[in-house]
């Protein structure tokens, strides 16, 4: 390939990227709720099976060409988000820049017959939004663009003019320049100049609405066969969202699935990107003539406000007095106030506005979340534990206030559960005399006898209902302080001081000294000398 072939390449790139590069870019952005539409209206702006993905901003794009579909006018891009969080709201600056994306840019905020009653929340949330994001950095730069694009829609709505089909008459350019002012109530926001299209979805769906009383689609009221008050209502909501729409500059379209609807609604958003640009100063004055410029898609459908299911209200058409038209008794600068009211930053509380007013019209029929139940604030453990240990420790022994007061006795010298009144006393006497018993049975029948009655009296006081009384008391009933001992087991004396477990430990020890047993020794000599006794009789 020689030197010219190359050049000729070269060339032929470079021809074709600046021919892209020429082709003006426009935005439209697509605001609304979860399942309102926003997809069937992306398919039918762009002509294609969309891939948007509402996971956080959505985005497609496709060429726009010419009726003879041989040059490419445009390219058309739809970003869209889930809903007005703001996680998904801020990353809108990112990809579309006031700065930068204000004059080719269409805000669409997409409204869902099937929830009438959202209408006037979501427009004042998404109007809102808007008039923060074309602040954008506050730059110079912003601030020219907000300029000029005030004027420019400005300009569309003053030179505004019905199509008909009637052939027009040639006008002289004095009367085109003559541009009439706004009436009241139109475009007193919306300071950026933002074209704006309010897309009310599903109006198929308006006759058809199922009577009950909840439910994502229930509407109270607005069900096919309500005759005149059906009308009323649905009227008077076409006249809330006119007078918000007139407010801030923005046009009014109802879609169904209906394709004519939808490519209606194509026509008008292609038309409203390619607005002209405001006219200079001295031509708006009458000093310069004004040069036409020509809008690549004009849109030569007429307003319509009497189908239900295919509105259409273009930028620059409506007023007051049509609004009022449409229903008699309806105040359209109340609801104007009452809009200023809830975009306040410091709304009154006794005034109501047009949110209230709007929930007095339509009753909100969505599902509701299940209450909540009561928040129940446990005490936090370490207070918890810090004013029972405070109780506690006013009392030496918790223990004690379970015990009746009269019946506690100082126990001297036990430690732990031998303090305690569940010990029985007076069946370690019974204990005591039943040894006792044993063994002086088989020496002295007498001492025996006597055992068995301290033995009875044992058992009498211990199955009593009086409580047995302990044995450190002084008045111990042991055996041995009786003075019924046991000729086996020798005596020990009781101090009346003793207590216990004295007494206990002095007894065990009698037990343990089995060198003082003498009366084990006598035992078998008196048995000897029977026997002697017994043989020298038979003798």
């Excluded at 809830?342 to 709007?358: F, I």
């Amino acid at each position: 390939m020689d030197n010219h072939q190359q050049e000729e390449l070269w060339s032929s790139i470079l021809d074709s990227v600046s021919s892209s590069r020429s082709i003006p870019s426009k935005q439209i952005l697509m605001l609304g709720l979860p399942g309102s539409g926003k997809s069937t209206l992306t398919n039918a702006l762009l002509k294609k099976e969309a891939n948007q993905d509402d996971f956080a901003l959505g985005y497609d794009f496709a060429d726009v060409r010419d009726d003879a579909d041989e040059d490419t006018l445009a390219r058309l891009s739809v970003y869209s988000i889930p809903n007005e969080s703001p996680a998904y709201t801020s990353l809108i600056p990112d990809f579309l820049n006031p700065r930068t994306c204000l004059p080719n840019t269409l805000v669409t905020i997409v409204l869902d017959w099937t929830r009438p009653w959202t209408f006037v929340e979501q427009l004042e949330i998404w109007l809102k939004w808007i008039e923060t994001w074309s602040k954008g950095d506050g730059s110079r730069e912003t601030d020219i663009a907000r300029e000029e694009s005030r004027e420019r829609l400005q300009a569309h709505i003053q030179r505004y003019s019905e199509p008909s089909s009637d052939p027009l008459p040639t006008s002289s350019s004095a009367l085109d320049s003559t541009l009439l002012p706004l009436g009241p109530g139109t475009l007193t926001d919306n300071t950026a100049g933002v074209p704006i299209l309010v897309v009310c979805a599903k109006a198929d769906l308006i006759d058809e609405q199922p009577n009950r009383q909840g439910g994502a689609s229930g509407m109270t009221g607005m069900v096919k066969g309500k005759g005149g008050e059906w009308e009323e209502r649905n009227d008077a909501i076409m006249q809330v969202l006119r007078t918000i729409c007139l407010k801030y500059g923005a046009g009014l379209c109802y879609t169904t699935q209906n394709p004519e609807t939808l490519s209606i609604l194509r026509q008008y958003a292609l038309h409203l990107l390619f607005l002209p640009p405001a006219p200079s100063p001295a031509a708006a004055a009458g000093n310069e003539p004004v040069a036409p410029v020509r809008n690549p898609f004009p849109f030569n459908h007429k307003p319509n406000a009497l189908d239900r299911d295919r509105v259409l209200i273009p930028i620059g058409w409506d007023s007051w007095g049509k609004i009022g038209v449409l229903r008699d008794g309806f105040d359209a600068r109340a609801w104007g106030e009452g809009l200023e009211e809830d975009l306040s930053e410091e709304p009154e509380a006794d005034v109501d506005g047009a949110k209230r007013m709007y929930e007095g019209l339509v009753q909100d029929q969505g599902v509701k979340p299940p209450p909540l139940p009561a928040f129940n604030s446990p005490t936090p453990e370490q207070s918890f534990l810090a004013k029972h240990y405070d109780e506690n420790s006013k009392t030496k022994d918790p223990r004690g206030v379970f015990r009746n007061p009269a019946e506690m006795t100082a126990a001297g010298g036990l430690v732990g559960p031998m303090e305690s009144q569940s010990i029985n006393m007076p069946n370690v006497e019974q204990a005591l005399a039943n040894m006792g018993t044993g063994i002086t049975s088989l020496t002295n029948p007498a001492a025996s006898d006597a055992a068995r009655r301290i033995a009875a009296r044992s058992n009498v006081t211990g199955s009593g209902t009086s409580r047995p009384t302990p044995l450190n008391n002084g008045l111990a009933t042991s055996p041995t302080a009786r003075g019924v001992t046991s000729p086996g087991i020798p005596s020990s004396p009781v101090a009346p001081g003793q207590s216990q477990n004295e007494v206990l430990q002095n007894f065990f020890d009698s037990l343990l000294k089995t060198k003082d047993r003498k009366p084990v020794t006598g035992l078998r000599a008196s048995t000897s000398s029977q026997q002697t006794n017994g043989s020298n009789e038979d003798s």
